[in-house]
């Protein structure tokens, strides 16, 4: 059992890795250049107003008057959402910026490759892993108790959410040496690569598309011009 878990957390810690980055950098430029293939590029020249298409056009078609954000505000899921939307940005800021400033995470940068970025302090990252989790907990909660929800709901969608929280949760208890910390280190390092190669692949992905889809295709919930029309 010894020489399984000792070559196991050598793999996660070596070429497991390395074949994570790969797989999620190939993923990733797959679906982009997929989700451009699916766009062109718009014509440039001026158009007259475009007909009206609802109260969301109205809202849209304020340029320039001080209501337009506004009104953009309230008929948006912001809006109607509040809560939802606010946990969902601490969500996934802590998602992306946990990981990437952790001190533990930045020491074995540091050693492999010399570079030394900024890192919490551990209590800091401590709370933080803690606050991500609930954040966890509260849409699980929301996917269960809300009906609309549960009878749209997946098995992705509940993996999704397993996949978010395992790593930081196995983190939690290899940092405060619950049970085994190999064990659970070299489960944490697993983890993390099984969800790293799942972002492209799943609807993890919106993490990247999330930008491409709001600043490159035009759209009715663009936030900007856009440069790209759906074909």
């Not at 078609?61 to 912001?78: C, F, V, Y």
Request: with cysteine; net charge positive; hydrophobic share 55%.
């Amino acid at each position: 059992m010894d020489s399984t878990l000792r070559m196991l957390y050598h793999l996660a810690q070596g070429p497991l890795v390395w074949a994570a980055f790969i797989l999620f950098w190939v993923g990733s430029v797959y679906q982009v250049a997929r989700l451009l293939s699916l766009t062109r590029k718009m014509e440039t020249r001026r158009r007259g107003r475009a007909p009206d298409e609802g109260p969301l056009s109205a809202a849209r078609s304020t340029d320039g008057q001080p209501g337009r954000w506004s009104a953009r505000l309230r008929l948006s899921i912001a809006g109607t959402h509040s809560l939802t939307i606010g946990v969902s940005v601490i969500f996934h800021t802590l998602l992306f910026m946990v990981p990437l400033f952790l001190l533990a995470h930045n020491i074995l940068v540091d050693e492999a490759w010399g570079v030394s970025l900024f890192a919490f302090r551990e209590k800091l990252s401590d709370y933080l892993t803690w606050l991500f989790l609930a954040c966890v907990l509260f849409f699980l909660l929301r996917r269960i108790l809300l009906a609309r929800l549960r009878a749209i709901s997946s098995f992705q969608d509940y993996y999704i959410l397993f996949l978010a929280a395992a790593p930081f949760a196995s983190g939690l208890l290899a940092y405060h040496q619950i049970f085994d910390y190999r064990t659970m280190i070299t489960l944490h390092m697993l983890l993390g690569e099984i969800m790293l190669v799942s972002i492209p692949f799943t609807k993890i992905a919106h993490l990247f598309l999330f930008f491409v889809l709001r600043f490159l295709v035009n759209h009715e919930y663009s936030l900007g011009s856009g440069r790209r029309a759906w074909r």
